[in-house]
């Protein structure tokens, strides 16, 4: 299995920028595909976005496109994931995940990804 670390969360105000790490051990990185998810109180974990193998193909929820960008450095063994305007509504707890199941598709169904990392809480104050 890989093991996954987020960082990069913190305390906000209402318009700033983040972007989060994950940062992959214990496999070759370049062999999964990786998402983002997010899950705010009370509320199931959702899609945020979603990055091939090679780094070649994403996917992001729709309604984040604007604001949302996950990249790739295999070389580094990292993923990320730019979060800008931020607002209220994004507070949540984000996790990376990963899977070497699915070749090289971009997987946006949280079912399909079998390694997670701890999480990293996002705050957007008002």
């Known amino acids: 299995q890989v093991q996954l670390v987020e960082s990069g969360g913190g305390l906000v105000q209402t318009g700033a920028s983040l972007r989060l790490s994950c940062v992959a051990s214990g496999r070759t990185f370049s062999n999964y595909a990786v998402g983002w998810f997010r899950q705010a109180p009370r509320k199931e974990r959702e899609f945020v976005a979603a990055?091939?193998?090679?780094?070649?193909?994403?996917n992001t929820q729709n309604s984040l496109a604007d604001r949302v960008t996950i990249s790739r450095d295999n070389a580094r063994n990292a993923a990320y994931l730019q979060m800008n305007n931020l607002r209220p509504e994004d507070t949540a707890v984000y996790y990376c995940a990963a899977t070497s199941q699915c070749g090289e598709g971009v997987i946006t169904s949280k079912e399909l990804y079998d390694n997670w990392g701890q999480g990293a809480q996002v705050t957007v104050s008002s």
């Open positions: 990055i091939n193998l090679s780094g070649t193909s994403t």
